[in-house]
């Protein structure tokens, strides 16, 4: 089982549409969550991030995690064409000396279509 | 304007062939690192350098050597490439390891 896990899509939505992007997580000790957005030919973006449980808004994204059920979600209010991207979630495990590595999922395609 | 910049962009190179991607930031930033994305986009640290120190080393071949010269550049060097080489590589830098990272554009490596 992966440490983290996001289906891949693809999700394909109409503009306006409320889209719901989601990641589960094994691991109790994740205490980061991240969302990055990455478009076609480009390199991940960070999004959004949240520490612990709880809600974060950001205009038209909202971050939502759930630590009892090791899920997180995110949340596209009144999707646009441009929000068509891959969206990956992230989360930071802690090493030896102090340091972290991102554990990515798998990424899910969206696209908005007019 | 370019804050994480990588050379070659596309690199398509026969099998047993070594090649080498560079990559820079121009941040300020302490932590670099090397991910390989894979054809369904799953996105992989391979390597982390601090302050030019290695610090994470994934289970990458040893055909993979990081080159660090200094904290503001790290080099990906690749020997005896193999089919299964081929994916999107991306350098990313943050200030610390738990800090935001930002991506470079990728170098798409094609191995024939």
């Known amino acids: 089982q992966k440490e983290v896990e996001q289906d891949p899509g693809p999700l394909s939505v109409p503009e306006g549409a409320i889209v719901s992007l989601n990641c589960t997580y094994s691991?109790?000790?994740?205490?980061?969550f991240m969302w990055y957005r990455q478009y076609s030919r480009k390199g991940p973006e960070l999004l959004m991030y949240?520490?612990?449980?709880g809600n974060k808004e950001d205009g038209r994204f909202t971050a939502q995690v759930d630590k009892s059920s090791k899920y997180i979600s995110l949340f596209i209010r009144d999707s646009q064409p441009s929000d068509s991207a891959t969206y990956l979630c992230?989360?930071?495990?802690?090493?030896?000396?102090?340091?972290?590595?991102?554990?990515f999922g798998a990424g899910t395609r969206l696209a908005v279509h007019p | 304007d370019t804050a994480v910049s990588q050379t070659p962009k596309y690199l398509v190179t026969q099998m047993g062939n070594d090649k080498s991607i560079k990559c820079e930031q121009n941040?300020?930033?302490?932590?670099m690192y090397w991910y390989k994305q894979d054809s369904k986009k799953f996105l992989k640290i391979m390597f982390s350098?601090?302050?030019?120190?290695?610090?994470i080393n994934e289970t990458v071949p040893n055909r993979f050597s990081p080159k660090s010269p200094d904290k503001a550049h790290l080099n990906l060097h690749i020997n005896s490439l193999e089919l299964g080489d081929s994916a999107v590589y991306f350098c990313?830098?943050?200030?610390?390891?738990?800090?935001?990272?930002?991506f470079g554009p990728g170098t798409r490596l094609t191995v024939l």
């Open positions: 990313a830098s943050s200030q610390r390891e738990v800090d935001t990272q930002y």
């Open positions: 350098y601090n302050n030019k120190e290695l610090i």
């Open positions: 992230a989360m930071p495990r802690g090493l030896s000396g102090g340091y972290n590595k991102l554990i």
């Open positions: 949240t520490y612990s449980s």
């Open positions: 691991n109790s000790a994740f205490q980061y």
């Open positions: 941040l300020g930033h302490d932590t």
